[in-house]
């Protein structure tokens, strides 16, 4: 059985997961994409325990590690998460672990409102996951910075890998993050992140990408350059990364804390992951993505959740990671932010005291030898050669074509207005087979293609809206439709089957609703 046969099968599978039955599954699943962005209804009907693709390249397979690896203490943070995606994160360590490289998994509540992290979780640790697990209650929001902090300080492993708390980790994840520090305790590790489906829970691979950022000091991911690539362990080689994503990685407990842990002068969330690649990089360590270390982590649209009292965090961590490590190149942030040159970050004395005593490089140096693809922008900026690979996006390939039939009203369904018009609602129309505006393509994306141009969509929040048309993003989710029994168009997101609204209005609208099978809701391409 070929790949896309095997994806095609699990995406049925998780199909059914996701369906909405009736009013509780409808307010279920309306209710997890407000408070956790994703689908709470397929998390809660997967349960805690579930397989998982190997999505190693298989050069990994072959690899073997040394028996002494030291023992690790995952220490995974949590705010008002949902208690289905944080326990399957919690069983997939365990599963996918050897007994004897884990040492404990800290988990730490930071003071989160749900009633079920509260008892339930209590209990369910103390019936089902003694021993290795503990459990640590703020008594405040302290954010993930300081949480992780917390974590760590609570800690006795040789290693700390932190996850986030909407994770599956890969088979043989661990051994190659381990064997990586073992040879050198200054060295920070991260697993290749692959992609958990808010929408449909679905696990795929990611490509193996390496951290960056850009000068409004936000991360970004970056194709590896050639330079990194072709050495003698070939695909299974460690990259050198000029920053970490921030959400999963593993280092030396007793190098953390000397290296200065995180700024606790930084607040909830945001910009804490390049302070600390910088921190690395400038003062003598090393940060490594290791491409057999696989972990799969749930890719939300949103954060569900802000900060206490509403403020920026973002801006103000950012901030203080400037004035500590950007040496004059903070005058690049500036530039974007000419607003924050006067904006208070709060006391930066000991982070600057810390820079000192571990006596770091420059930041000068750090773009010369560890990022030199980082564009300096300004009249002293040098033109650099591109040095990526960029063979373009693959197009889908074409499953059927014609126009989307419905059976039961002869008419067919189309753009109310122009089929370019992004944001436009679809009806029923009278089929004018002259018009190809009215032909729909049906990919192996499963995406609904009108005209060549628009996906249909459905939104990802508010099921009770009818579909529009889109700018076709790609990652399946709220685009992602298939054809099942009765001649019902099922969306994946939604849980629902699309019917007409009134068969007898001239209006012709639509609309999304739980499967029945009725004559309302069916559909045919016509080739």
Known sequence: MGKRAKRDIILLILLCQGMIFNERDQELRDLGYQKHAFNMLISNRLGYHRDVPDTRNAACKDKSYPVDLPVASVVICFYNEALSALLRTVHSVLDRTPAQLLHEIILVDDDSDFDDLKGELEEYVQKYLPGKIKVIRNTKREGLIRGRMIGAAHATGEVLVFLDSHCEVNVMWLQPLLAAIQQDQRTVVCPVIDIISADTLAYSSSPVVRG??????????????LSELGGPEGATAPIKSPTMAGGLFAMNRHYFNELGQYDSGMDIWGGENLEISFRIWMCGGRLFIIPCSRVGHIFRKRRPYGSPEGQDTMTHNSLRLAHVWLDEYKEQYFSLRPDLRTKSYGNIS?????????????FKWYLDNIYPEMQISGPNAKPQQPIFINRGPKRPKVLQRGRLY???TNKCLVAQGRPSQKGGLVVLKACDYSDPGQIWIYNEEHELVLNNLLCLDMSETRSSDPPRLMKCHGSGGSQQWTFGKSNRLYQVSAG???????????????????????SSQQWHLEG
Request: aromatic share 10%; proline share 4%.
């Open 496 to 518: 629902q089957c699309l019917r007409v609204v009134d068969p007898l209005s001239h209006k012709g609208y639509v609309a999304m609703a739980i499967c029945d099978g009725s």
């Open 350 to 362: 000991e982070r600057v005291e810390l820079r000192r005593k571990l006596g770091c490089k420059s």
């Open 406 to 408: 419905h059976l039961q």
């Open 212 to 225: 960056g950022f850009n000068w409004g000091l936000h991360f970004k991911w970056d194709l590896v350059p």
